[in-house]
C-alpha cells in the first residue's frame, strides 16, 4: 500500500438554465473528486456538498485532505466510517475506494454487493420551482416521461400541480416540498393532490418537526428527504414517514446506505434514491441503490448544461447502469 495516494480537488459544472427550488436558485454546481491510485489504477468518487447542512465544496475539500494519511496507508470502506462523519467527504472518498476495488479484483460492484446483473431503471425527472404558467410549458416539453418530480415552495403549489398536470396528463408526479409545509393544513392539501395523479410527497415539513405528521391521515404517503440523513435520523422518520430518500451525499456513500436500505426494510418504510445536482459520477454508486427502491431520482446530470466522458445513458424515462469505463 506504500504506493497508494489520494486526490481532490474541486469542479465546476454549470446548469441548463436556473434550477430553482423553495430554499434558492442555483445556476453552477460545484462538485468534489476524490481519486485513490494504486498499482497504476485510480478509483474515482464524486460528491456535492449539503449545503443546508453547513457543508461547502470548499470544507469537502478540506475534510477529504484530512484523511489522505490514513487511506494512504491502507485504511478501507470500513475503516472510512469511522475517520469521517456521514457527508459529502465520506461519499466521495468511499466511491473511490468501490471503484479501485472493481479495478483491482475485475469484480463489478453490482457482483459484490449481490445484485443481479441491472438493466435500466425508471427515475424521474425534476421540474425546477417557477410560476404556473412556466411550469407547466416544461411539463409539456418532457410530457412524454414517466415520472416527473416538480418542486414546491408553500405558496401558490395547487396551481403549480394542476399546471403540471395539465402540461404532462399521462406522467406520474412526485411533489418536493423541501420542507414549506409546517404552516399549512397538509392533510387537507395532501388530499388536494389526488387528482393529479401525484403518488409521494417529499419532506413536507423541516427537518427537526417530524411530529407534525404523527396523526396527519394522508392518501398520498410521505417521503423523507432533509429528515434523514443516515443511520442516526432513521428512527425520528419512524411512524411518520412512510419511504425514506437515500442520497449518498447526505448518508455518506454506498456502504453506508447498504446498511441503511437494510434498517429502513427492516423498519417497514419503503426506499426512494435521490441526488444532489451531480455529473454521472456522482449517479453511478447511487444507481446501485435505486435498483433496489421503489423511486429513483437520479436525473442530476440531465440537470446540467454538460457532464462527463462516458456519461451514465439516460434513454426516455430509463437510466441504465454506468458503464466500467466511468465507474464501478
Known sequence: MADRTLSARIERFETAGAFNIARGAKTHVDVVVAEISNDNMTGRGEATAIYYLGESAQSVLASINSVAGPVSAG??????????????????????????QAKQTG???????GLSRPGPILTAYTLSLDEPGIMEAEARKVAGRALLKLKLSGDGDMERV?????GAPGARLIVDANESWGNIDIERSAAALVPFK??????PVPAGSEHLLEHVRSPIPFCADESLHGMDTLDRCLGRYQLINIKLDKCGGLTEALRLIEAARAAGLGIMT??????????APAFFIGAQSQYADLDGPLLLARDRENP??????DVHPPEPALWG
Not at 162 to 166: D, G, P
Open 198 to 203: 401525484v403518488e409521494l410527497i417529499e419532506q
Open 312 to 317: 451514465m445513458r439516460f434513454e426516455g424515462s
Open 75 to 100: 485504511a478501507g470502506r470500513h475503516d472510512l466510517q469511522h475517520l469521517l462523519p456521514p457527508g459529502a467527504a465520506r461519499n466521495a472518498v468511499d466511491a473511490a475506494l468501490w471503484d479501485l
Open 274 to 283: 435521490g441526488c444532489m445536482l451531480s455529473t454521472s459520477l456522482g449517479i
Open 107 to 113: 469484480v463489478a460492484v453490482w457482483q459484490r454487493i
Open 162 to 166: 394542476a399546471a403540471v398536470h395539465r
